[in-house]
């Protein structure tokens, strides 16, 4: 059996600087260590429950997070970026999808880093007319190929808002509570790895019983993007299928919701570029 593991870093429990976040942060080999802690013991776990083959997606920032050599051998590691697919590139094909680190959608409020995708240029998100998150839009991909997603550990307020609402038959693994942007509280690590360990069975069990499902949506996809700056929309409006509702907010239709993805993707890292010329 095949485990497929995403990994971001902003619902993982103890970060809370932005210092933790960027390979220069004074933080950084700390929320590293943290990073490649939790994803072991996740891996160990679904490969003491019958997996015998597990693909790690680092997917934060430039996506060289994990400690490569911390990984057990039945470890497959994703790294770098910018790569088709992002956070859940090579998923397809796996029997089961975990997501750690994973935080609330932009707006949210008492979360820990709350954004969607992009922090610097996405403001709001909607798949056919339901604002997501980024587990809710890898979680669709997913889904899609039939994958689906049967543990979430991260930020409490996506547990309680889209988790449990979306897909009532994930585990949910509480790793910080936030009572603002930037800080939490955390379980000792103890706790957590063995809530982990516990959750991991537990999800196992349910997918082998037949409750977890992939999460759907319809096809062909409605997607609207709003984007931080209106010089963000006018570059994504340079897309012929791309329609502008106003200044900063923009919608398309897509054949899948792979393809749905690239588009987002691709207007994600055209906001970057406009960034970087504007503001250099």
């Given at each position: 059996m095949r485990a497929f593991i995403s990994l971001d870093l902003e619902g993982l429990p103890y970060i809370v600087s932005r210092e933790h976040l960027f390979v220069k942060g004074a933080l950084y080999s700390e929320a590293r260590r943290i990073a490649t802690e939790i994803v072991k013991v996740t891996a160990?776990?679904?490969?003491?429950?019958?997996?015998?083959e597990i693909i790690v997606a680092d997917s934060h920032g430039p996506m060289v997070n994990i400690l490569p050599e911390e990984m057990p051998e039945y470890v497959e590691l994703v790294r770098g970026f910018p790569r088709p697919l992002s956070m859940v590139a090579f998923a397809k094909d796996s029997d089961a999808a975990l997501f750690l680190g994973y935080h609330a959608k932009a707006g949210t409020a008492y979360a820990t880093f709350d954004h969607t995708y992009s922090g610097a240029s996405i403001d709001r998100l909607e798949i056919n007319g339901v604002e997501v998150s980024e587990f809710l839009l890898n979680a669709y991909l997913l889904g899609s190929w039939n994958v689906p997603v049967i543990l979430v550990g991260g930020d409490k307020k996506l547990i309680e808002d889209d988790v449990r609402k979306f897909t009532p038959w994930v585990?949910?693994?509480v790793f910080k509570e936030s009572p603002s942007r930037y800080s939490a509280k955390s379980p000792s690590m103890v706790k957590l790895k063995n809530e982990l360990r516990e959750s991991v069975s537990r999800a196992v069990d349910r997918l082998?019983?037949?409750?977890?499902?992939?999460?759907?949506?319809e096809e062909p996809v409605h997607v609207k993007v709003r984007f931080l700056r209106s010089d963000m929309a006018d570059t994504a409006e340079l897309l012929p299928f791309i329609k502008r509702l106003d200044g900063k907010t923009v919608e398309f239709k897509a054949k899948t919701v792979e393809e749905a993805y690239r588009v987002f993707e691709l207007l994600t890292l055209a906001s970057a570029g406009v960034s970087a010329i504007v503001m250099r």
């Amino acid at each position: 059996m095949r485990a497929f593991i995403s990994l971001d870093l902003e619902g993982l429990p103890y970060i809370v600087s932005r210092e933790h976040l960027f390979v220069k942060g004074a933080l950084y080999s700390e929320a590293r260590r943290i990073a490649t802690e939790i994803v072991k013991v996740t891996a160990e776990a679904l490969h003491e429950n019958g997996f015998d083959e597990i693909i790690v997606a680092d997917s934060h920032g430039p996506m060289v997070n994990i400690l490569p050599e911390e990984m057990p051998e039945y470890v497959e590691l994703v790294r770098g970026f910018p790569r088709p697919l992002s956070m859940v590139a090579f998923a397809k094909d796996s029997d089961a999808a975990l997501f750690l680190g994973y935080h609330a959608k932009a707006g949210t409020a008492y979360a820990t880093f709350d954004h969607t995708y992009s922090g610097a240029s996405i403001d709001r998100l909607e798949i056919n007319g339901v604002e997501v998150s980024e587990f809710l839009l890898n979680a669709y991909l997913l889904g899609s190929w039939n994958v689906p997603v049967i543990l979430v550990g991260g930020d409490k307020k996506l547990i309680e808002d889209d988790v449990r609402k979306f897909t009532p038959w994930v585990e949910g693994v509480v790793f910080k509570e936030s009572p603002s942007r930037y800080s939490a509280k955390s379980p000792s690590m103890v706790k957590l790895k063995n809530e982990l360990r516990e959750s991991v069975s537990r999800a196992v069990d349910r997918l082998k019983n037949g409750e977890a499902k992939p999460l759907k949506t319809e096809e062909p996809v409605h997607v609207k993007v709003r984007f931080l700056r209106s010089d963000m929309a006018d570059t994504a409006e340079l897309l012929p299928f791309i329609k502008r509702l106003d200044g900063k907010t923009v919608e398309f239709k897509a054949k899948t919701v792979e393809e749905a993805y690239r588009v987002f993707e691709l207007l994600t890292l055209a906001s970057a570029g406009v960034s970087a010329i504007v503001m250099r």
